[in-house]
């Protein structure tokens, strides 16, 4: 596996791919592994756990320069990150316990009827290169918490990344087995899924890898959990507070350079309030700094990949060709690395591929509606439904109109966000099944009913 530095174009490091039978290996390792884990209280599980937090919090600097040095997130967001990956640890290291309490249930006179919730064994994580390390701790924070072990296939492009998120729960005492990085290509993935010591699946990624793995898996019987793509709606109404919605919204679209399943990507702004809006949105947009990624200035560093970024110019120059108008940005920027500007669209053709595809980076498409009506109208006219953000100063009317919109979290005069705290996932094309929370942690885990007579 080369790892291409994005800010530069340069190849910076090669890691050598597992092979079959060093696969066969980690397999091995999970199965005697959670033989023993399962079995450790989880106050134990949990003291680990708030060790590793303690972990990422002492080398949050060298985690984060590797995330930027693989995938180009700004330093300061790459920060960031890892201590939000604390955050997650030290929430379950809380609330596990609470969490996976038995839960009684109303029985007949002299019986006693109980849920059990008890770990599944091996869970395979399929994990995406954007929030390298976030990605990766949302689900084993609480799937290891609740006895299971994990196995990490991680994006190609961030291999450092995955090894030193294995060296974090290393160095926190987790045993040997308990969490395991294959380096493996995307074509072995099939082939652990249907491994026997494979008890459950999850992926945070595309729509064709997510229905991939969701095919093998539902072929051998095997449970999954899918966080899939988003072409989120960011909805002004014509009571907002345009100053905040547009500082908020331009950040929300080009937060880790619009690199974000949850990122806002489609402006749906009340005619009232359009002009407005679209100027102070295009101002905030064009004040981002765009530069290198070890740069604490910098608010933009380059696209991930260049595959990536030409796929996302090609959407952009296709819709423009359709019709859409080009207010800011929308070509590469003519310097070494893989960088594109922050771009806002309007005028867009219904359609194009701005408008029914997701864009994955720094492009914003801004429409004009009448009312509020054509405003849920037009956000639910996606495949997608992941997350959503409504604008108005009235709270009563934010939350009626949450209540219309489909998909999995709704933020109110703020962008979305995934919260330790709260559930996270979509519906539609999406994904299915939740992160997070109660919710998260007993997604990987048996309901085991104990009716005792």
Not at 13 to 34: G, I
Not at 438 to 448: L, S, T
């Given at each position: 596996?080369?790892?291409?530095?994005?800010?530069?174009?340069?190849?910076?490091?090669?890691?050598?791919?597992?092979?079959?039978?060093?696969?066969?290996?980690?397999?091995?390792?999970?199965?005697?592994?959670?033989d023993d884990w399962r079995t450790r209280s989880i106050r134990d599980r949990e003291q680990l756990l708030e060790t590793a937090g303690e972990v990422l919090r002492d080398n949050k600097?060298?985690?984060?320069?590797?995330?930027?040095?693989?995938?180009?997130?700004?330093?300061?967001?790459?920060?960031?990150?890892?201590?939000?990956?604390?955050?997650?640890?030290?929430?379950?290291?809380?609330?596990?316990?609470?969490?996976?309490?038995?839960?009684?249930?109303?029985?007949?006179?002299?019986?006693?009827?109980?849920?059990?919730?008890?770990?599944?064994?091996?869970?395979?994580?399929?994990?995406?290169?954007?929030?390298?390390?976030?990605?990766?701790?949302?689900?084993?924070?609480?799937?290891?918490?609740?006895?299971?072990?994990?196995?990490?296939?991680?994006?190609?492009?961030?291999?450092?990344?995955?090894?030193?998120?294995?060296?974090?729960?290393?160095?926190?005492?987790?045993?040997?087995?308990?969490?395991?990085?294959?380096?493996?290509?995307?074509?072995?993935?099939?082939?652990?899924?249907?491994?026997?010591?494979?008890?459950?699946?999850?992926?945070?990624?595309?729509?064709?890898?997510?229905?991939?793995?969701?095919?093998?898996?539902?072929?051998?019987?095997?449970?999954?959990?899918?966080?899939?793509?988003?072409?989120?709606?960011?909805?002004?109404?014509?009571?907002?507070?345009?100053?905040?919605?547009?500082?908020?919204?331009?950040?929300?679209?080009?937060?880790?350079?619009?690199?974000?399943?949850?990122?806002?990507?489609?402006?749906?702004?009340?005619?009232?309030?359009?002009?407005?809006?679209?100027?102070?949105?295009?101002?905030?947009?064009?004040?981002?700094?765009?530069?290198?990624?070890?740069?604490?200035?910098?608010?933009?560093?380059?696209?991930?990949?260049?595959?990536?970024m030409d796929e996302l110019h090609e959407q952009v120059a296709e819709s423009v060709a359709a019709g859409a108008t080009v207010v800011t940005g929308g070509e590469p920027i003519d310097?070494?690395?893989?960088?594109?500007?922050?771009?806002?669209?309007?005028?867009?053709?219904?359609?194009?591929?701005?408008?029914?595809?997701?864009?994955?980076?720094?492009?914003?498409?801004?429409?004009?509606?009448?009312?509020?009506?054509?405003?849920?109208?037009?956000?639910?006219?996606?495949?997608?439904?992941?997350?959503?953000?409504?604008?108005?100063?009235?709270?009563?009317?934010?939350?009626?109109?949450?209540?219309?919109?489909?998909?999995?979290?709704?933020?109110?005069?703020?962008?979305?966000?995934?919260?330790?705290?709260?559930?996270?996932?979509?519906?539609?094309?999406?994904?299915?099944?939740?992160?997070?929370?109660?919710?998260?942690?007993?997604?990987?885990?048996?309901?085991?009913?104990?009716?005792?007579?």
């Open positions: 596996m080369d790892v291409v530095d994005p800010s530069t174009g340069t190849r910076i490091e090669t890691y050598e791919e597992h092979t079959e039978s060093d696969v066969t290996e980690a397999l091995d390792h999970s199965t005697e592994a959670f600097r060298e985690y984060a320069e590797t995330m930027t040095r693989e995938m180009g997130k700004p330093i300061t967001q790459a920060i960031a990150e890892v201590e939000k990956c604390a955050w997650v640890c030290d929430h379950y290291a809380e609330y596990a316990s609470t969490y996976l309490d038995s839960n009684p249930h109303p029985s007949p006179p002299g019986s006693t009827v109980k849920t059990e919730y008890e770990p599944l064994g091996p869970v395979l994580a399929v994990m995406p290169w954007n929030f390298p390390f976030w990605q990766v701790f949302r689900f084993a924070a609480p799937y290891l918490t609740a006895g299971n072990v994990g196995l990490l296939k991680h994006a190609s492009n961030v291999p450092g990344c995955a090894l030193a998120i294995e060296d974090v729960f290393r160095e926190a005492g987790y045993p040997e087995g308990v969490f395991q990085s294959l380096l493996i290509p995307s074509e072995l993935v099939d082939d652990v899924i249907a491994d026997d010591r494979v008890r459950a699946a999850t992926l945070t990624g595309s729509g064709p890898a997510g229905r991939a793995v969701a095919a093998t898996a539902g072929e051998h019987l095997k449970k999954t959990v899918l966080e899939l793509g988003g072409s989120d709606p960011f909805i002004v109404l014509n009571d907002a507070d345009i100053v905040s919605a547009a500082e908020t919204g331009a950040w929300a679209r080009n937060l880790n350079g619009g690199q974000s399943c949850i990122a806002a990507k489609r402006f749906i702004v009340h005619t009232d309030v359009y002009d407005d809006f679209l100027d102070a949105f295009v101002d905030e947009v064009e004040s981002l700094v765009v530069g290198t990624p070890m740069d604490e200035e910098t608010d933009i560093g380059p696209q991930a990949r260049q595959d990536l310097r070494k690395g893989i960088f594109y500007p922050p771009t806002v669209l309007t005028d867009v053709p219904e359609g194009c591929p701005v408008d029914s595809e997701e864009t994955f980076g720094p492009v914003a498409t801004v429409y004009e509606v009448a009312d509020e009506d054509e405003a849920i109208s037009k956000a639910n006219d996606t495949n997608f439904g992941l997350g959503a953000s409504i604008w108005t100063e009235n709270r009563d009317r934010g939350e009626r109109i949450a209540g219309h919109i489909d998909a999995g979290c709704i933020y109110v005069n703020q962008l979305v966000k995934s919260d330790p705290r709260v559930p996270f996932g979509g519906v539609k094309d999406s994904g299915y099944g939740r992160e997070l929370s109660e919710a998260g942690i007993k997604e990987f885990v048996n309901r085991k009913t104990v009716w005792v007579e």
